[in-house]
């Protein structure tokens, strides 16, 4: 199964929109910017800054402009917004946002509860939006939510997923997010529909986005990689959730991911040690704590002392 996996997996980091979006109390803006700041210093491939969505929608990223005008750009990185709408695309294109992303999910009954139109209502808008950017430098990224299961209809069906990726190459979007929204995937169904995209497109850029909620995330990545996918959304900590899905809580987490795929001798280009020192600042950032599991145990290269009641038994010969 991992007789050819990508030397390079590119990581990109969502905690400041995905993660901060469901949080009770409001993130300050100088914090989001000295994190994002901070994240883009270590190595990840893009970092989803935002939203500009209503703040009655989202009240936790109501400060949308002044932190995309205000971070300091990285050129090494692809600074993403999400975008719901064309208003939400103006004010993106106003601050030269590197790429947006567009979501709507497979199933018509998600798209409804987490967009308030039909899937048919997204596309119109998404053929409009791809016309606004049009002789711009900004990219758009199609995000497929409930790609492999939806909270009210259940699985969905192969076929089902690549029409919908088709659409969204006929409106013009650049690339694609396959995304587990509900965290229903398992590792068979991600192997099969992963391998099915890349025969069909095997140039087209495809990222992975998995939720953890029922314990299968980064078994999923392990079969994605095993499908030859090498690009994956995860949150800071474990950060997040879908606010629209019932249950869906717990994105995958950067840190785990990126040790992960360090141990098994995958390059991310990501600092692994400053990455876990953010994860411990966002714990405090969000005064509760958070799922991930290597900043609470440590890689596993990590070694510690003897207990001196062992060494005076190696001291004394002691088998």
């Known amino acids: 199964m991992f007789a050819s996996l990508p030397h390079r997996v590119r990581v990109n980091e969502v905690v400041t929109r995905d993660g901060f979006q469901s949080e009770p109390a409001f993130i300050p803006t100088d914090t989001k910017i000295e994190l994002i700041n901070a994240l883009a210093r270590l190595g990840l491939h893009k970092i989803e800054v935002t939203s500009f ?27 993403v917004a999400l975008v719901p709408n064309e208003k939400g695309c103006t004010r993106a294109l106003e601050l030269a946002v590197d790429e947006i992303n567009l979501v709507m999910s497979v199933s018509n009954s998600h798209n409804l509860a987490n967009m308030r139109m039909s899937c048919e209502q997204s596309l ?25 299961g939806c909270p009210f209809e259940g699985p969905q069906a192969e076929d089902r997923v690549l029409s919908v990726i088709d659409a969204y190459l006929e409106r013009g979007l650049h690339s694609i997010t396959l995304a587990d929204t509900t965290g229903m995937a398992v590792p068979t169904q991600v192997y099969d529909l992963c391998q099915a995209v890349h025969t069909r497109w095997p140039e ?31 949150s800071l900590g474990g950060l997040g959730g879908c606010p629209f899905a019932p249950g869906a809580t717990g994105n995958i987490c950067t840190e785990d991911l990126v040790h992960m795929l360090h141990e098994m001798d995958l390059d991310t280009g990501v600092d692994l040690n400053a990455l876990l020192q953010q994860s411990q600042r966002l714990g405090v950032i969000v005064d509760h704590a958070l799922p991930g599991q290597v900043v609470q145990a440590g890689p596993r290269s990590l070694t510690r002392p003897l207990p001196e009641s062992v060494q005076q038994l190696m001291q004394d010969g002691r088998p």
């Open 53 to 79: 969505v209503s703040p009655r929608a989202i009240p936790n990223l109501r400060d949308a402009e002044e932190v995309m005008s205000a971070i300091t750009r990285d050129t090494d990185t692809t600074y």
């Open 124 to 148: 119109q808008q998404f053929a409009r939006i791809a016309e606004m950017t049009s002789g711009t430098p900004m990219r758009l990224n199609g995000s497929l939510a409930t790609a492999f």
């Open 204 to 234: 087209l850029d495809v990222t992975l986005h998995f939720h953890n909620t029922r314990g299968l995330g980064l078994s999923n990545v392990l079969a994605a990689l095993a499908a030859g996918m090498d690009q994956f959304d995860a």
